[in-house]
Nanobody
């Protein structure tokens, strides 16, 4: 089972950009669909973006479409989330998650094989 570690969070201003990274352990990273979720204070964790294991298919939540880009580099076992035009409502803890042989669309959260520990993103106005 892959182990995941996120990094790249921080505190930024409205309109700024950040790039999150999620590094996976082991040699089977390329067999996992990789997704990003986020959880804002007092809210449930929600799907942000996903990329399928087998091709470059991606899926985005409507709230981030056109501003966020998910990508992966299997050669270095890393998932990325480029976040542009950040807004205060993007403030949350961001998590990466892995599901073996999965697609780009969201699954029930209990069905994921692995989760990272999360990285905080704070956007101030």
């Amino acid at each position: 089972q892959v182990q995941l570690v996120e990094s790249g969070g921080g505190s930024v201003q409205t309109g700024d950009s950040l790039r999150l990274s999620c590094v996976g352990s082991g040699t089977t990273f390329d067999t996992y669909a990789m997704h990003w979720f986020r959880q804002a204070p007092g809210k449930v964790r929600e799907f942000v973006a996903g990329t399928a294991w087998s091709d470059s298919t991606t899926t985005y939540a409507d709230s981030v479409k056109g501003r966020y880009t998910i990508s992966r580099d299997n050669a270095v076992n890393t998932l990325y989330l480029q976040m542009n035009s950040l807004k205060p409502e993007d403030t949350a803890v961001y998590y990466c998650a892995a599901r073996r042989f999965g697609g780009s669309y969201s699954y029930a959260q209990a069905s994921y094989d692995s989760w990272g520990q999360g990285t905080q993103v704070t956007v101030s106005s």
